[in-house]
């Protein structure tokens, strides 16, 4: 592909990805491509690369462009990102737009302006998101590439270090994979992907994690069509096994989406117990058949949410609750969801999981625990939920996730608090929230 195609076909996904906000960015991508086979592996990697930074940093873009008097379209996007991310000059950005096979229209007079405009500003060209001083003029949902109607939420959450934490959304997320311990351990695991040329790095936290050293296919590998290893972020993988499931239990997951908690909390039980695995998709649900068979985890029984949980009240040892949420904690993963996320969009999800605390709450037994999670980092869907739930309801108490931690995992806790909130920048895994709620005896 000619630089012309590239930035075509980079203007192409982006309108793309603004018109199907029902499918995620990398599906797209991924099917756009398929689509063109003639792209070559480096093209579709520039291709891909140059649409990630301008989903990334739109916040930025889009707050050079509107000082412009200029919306934040596709093209004009592009046009942006080559000068303010990419360091071109104005006239090497104009001979791209050739109008040619292949290659964008040609210019008009206002994007000619636009593009003298960018360049006057490029003379203090957009920093890399880690120079945060060099972006203090921008607002901050802004140089924090967020949407500007979360920023009094946001700022509540991180209060001075929110650049800081906000930057650490602009990097690419780490690839990990969790060990599943009914079928292999980790130093096995290792040794695996080694001889198939695989590099990788134990987790820092979790006992059964696993980083790459990049982004790979992995479905070939022998450990993978074996069960021993699932992709799982660090931080998930820490959620389900702090829900200390243990052998024999009656344990209700109540949203388990594909089920990658689900699959890590039969490991946790060695296969022995009960696993109700719920969601109110049941489409999401059919993912989680094969890997159940893959991994071995026996376990594991299915509930469309829609008809009822097939569970007494009262009975189950664990409910796991990982709601439904804004998946801001994500964004590393999806930068496009926080374009897409909307007040009425959060409202919705505020209502779902009050519903489901209640409904997870009746399954509890006496000494049982529930475990109320989201991939959130915003306080009206972690702490503020939770705090209503406790004070509307008896018989709850909260456990300190230190408590916790040292009882299921040992050693030191890295977050100090009554509840659990992983970020990238202190974490290095994706945001993740999670209470830890015992019912009274």
């Known amino acids: 592909m000619t630089p012309s195609a590239r930035l075509d076909a980079a203007i192409g996904l982006l309108a793309m990805i603004e018109a199907e906000p029902e499918r995620s960015a990398d599906r797209l991508i991924a099917a756009f491509f398929r689509a063109r086979r003639y792209a070559g592996a480096k093209d579709r990697r520039a291709v891909s690369d140059f649409v990630w930074t301008i989903l990334r940093r739109r916040g930025e873009l889009a707050w050079r462009l509107e000082t412009l008097k200029t919306g934040a379209e596709a093209r004009s996007l592009a046009l942006a990102a080559l000068i303010l991310t990419e360091g071109m000059a104005a006239a090497a950005v104009a001979a791209l737009c050739t109008g040619g096979r292949f290659a964008p229209p040609p210019l008009s007079p206002a994007e000619t302006a636009l593009l003298d405009g960018l360049a006057r500003l490029a003379v203090a060209a957009l920093p890399a998101v880690a120079a945060l001083p060099a972006v203090a003029a921008l607002p901050a949902w802004a140089a924090g590439n967020y949407p500007a109607w979360l920023d009094a939420s946001l700022s509540a959450r991180f209060g001075a270090d929110l650049l800081p934490e906000m930057a650490a959304f602009g990097t690419r997320a780490p690839a990990d994979l969790r060990v599943n311990s009914l079928k292999a351990t980790r130093e096995a695991v290792l040794a695996a992907l080694a001889q198939a040329g695989i590099a990788a790095d134990p987790t820092p936290l979790s006992p059964l994690g696993l980083r790459l050293d990049r982004q790979q296919p992995l479905n070939t590998t022998a450990a993978f069509r074996q069960g021993w290893i699932e992709p799982q972020d660090e931080a998930s993988q820490l959620v389900a096994l702090l829900a200390d499931a243990r052998p024999g239990m009656d344990v209700v997951d109540l949203c388990a989406g594909a089920g990658g908690k689900a699959l890590a909390m039969a490991a946790a039980m060695k296969n022995q117990g009960r696993i109700l695995a719920c969601d109110a998709d049941p489409r999401r649900l059919v993912r989680l058949k094969p890997r159940a068979a893959r991994a071995g985890a026996s376990v594991i029984e299915?509930?469309?949410?829609?008809a009822g949980v097939p569970a007494a009240a009262g009975v189950a040892d664990r409910v796991l609750l990982d709601v439904p949420c804004s998946g801001s904690g994500a964004w590393r993963r999806r930068p496009e969801t926080r374009w897409r996320l909307t007040p009425a969009d959060l409202a919705r999800d505020l209502a779902v999981q009050a519903a489901l605390l209640t409904q997870g709450a009746r399954l509890v037994r006496p000494g049982g625990r529930l475990?109320?999670?989201t991939c959130s980092l915003l306080p009206e869907e972690n702490e503020a939920p939770v705090e209503r739930f406790?004070?509307?309801?008896?018989?709850f108490r909260r456990l300190q996730p230190a408590s916790v931690w040292s009882e299921v995992l040992g050693g030191?806790?890295?977050i100090d608090g009554p509840y659990l909130l992983f970020t990238p920048r202190r974490h290095g895994v994706d945001g993740f929230f999670a209470a830890?709620?015992?019912?009274?005896?």
């Open 302 to 306: 299915l509930c469309d949410l829609a």
């Open 371 to 373: 475990i109320y999670a």
């Open 390 to 395: 406790l004070a509307a309801t008896p018989g």
């Open 412 to 414: 030191f806790c890295p």
């Open 436 to 441: 830890f709620l015992e019912r009274v005896a």
